[in-house]
T-cell receptor
Framework: GENVEQHPSTLSVQEGDSAVIKCTYS??????FPWYKQELGKRPQLIID?????GEKKDQRIAVTLNKTAKHFSLHITETQPEDSAVYFC???????????FGAGTILRVKS | EAGVTQFPSHSVIEKGQTVTLRCDPI?????LYWYRRVMGKEIKFLLH????????ESGMPNNRFLAERTGGTYSTLKVQPAELEDSGVYFC???????????FGQGTRLTVV
């Protein structure tokens, strides 16, 4: 079945710097890759997603890139702010079962 | 629009007892997922309903776990009898279809002592 690896497990950056989180997946049939942000004590919430027919997607300070050949995708956060501190999860949707498989999560700390 | 709601938010039970978790998905969402996160680890898939049918239950750890979704609306996840390793946060998520955003509930923190 699908396996999603996420790195790093923790990431500390200075406010204003960029943060990059990387994920690899095993099932080449996966076609949808969302990123979720979970703040302390809150539910995971979708922040950006990308489909397999697109190589890059941007939304203000966050962007996601997808390399289908290498089976990896990355989350990029620019100009980080303290409120970006949270746990970030990547996921891949397997087909045809439509099962969303998550990575282990990255704890991002933005130091002011 | 109401989001995905889960009940209870916290549950502390003794080993050997039974606990039932409930999830109310967003109205109209056919897809309902159960996930579990054990401390510091990944959000692990448990099972997936499409309406009232179990599409995929490959993540259910063992036969102590039973999930139902009567009438394709709310879902319950029963653990009987509970063991210490069942402790974790159980999340429910729902979506209207495949390849679209899955909305999460706030989770139920289960502690088995």
């Amino acid at each position: 079945g699908e396996n999603v690896e996420q790195h790093p497990s923790t990431l500390s950056v200075q406010e204003g710097d960029s943060a990059v989180i990387k994920c690899t997946y095993s099932d080449s049939a996966s076609n949808y890759f969302p990123w979720y942000k979970q703040e302390l004590g809150k539910r995971p919430q979708l922040i950006i997603d990308i489909r397999s027919n697109v190589g890059e997607k941007k939304d203000q300070r966050i962007a996601v890139t997808l390399n289908k050949t290498a089976k990896h995708f990355s989350l990029h956060i620019t100009e980080t702010q303290p409120e970006d501190s949270a746990v970030y999860f990547c996921a891949a949707l397997t087909v045809p079962r439509n099962k969303l498989v998550f990575g282990a999560g990255t704890i991002l700390r933005v130091k002011s | 629009e109401a989001g995905v709601t889960q009940f209870p938010s916290h549950s502390v039970i003794e080993k050997g007892q039974t606990v039932t978790l409930r999830c109310d998905p967003i109205s109209g969402h056919d897809n309902l997922y159960w996930y579990r996160r054990v401390m510091g680890k990944e959000i692990k898939f448990l099972l997936h309903f499409v309406k009232e049918s179990k599409q995929d239950e490959s993540g259910m750890p063992n036969n102590r776990f039973l999930a139902e979704r009567t009438g394709g609306t709310y879902s319950t996840l029963k653990v009987q009898p509970a063991e210490l390793e069942d402790s974790g946060v159980y999340f429910c998520a729902s979506s209207p279809g495949a390849s679209v955003e899955a909305f999460f509930g706030q989770g139920t923190r289960l502690t088995v002592v």
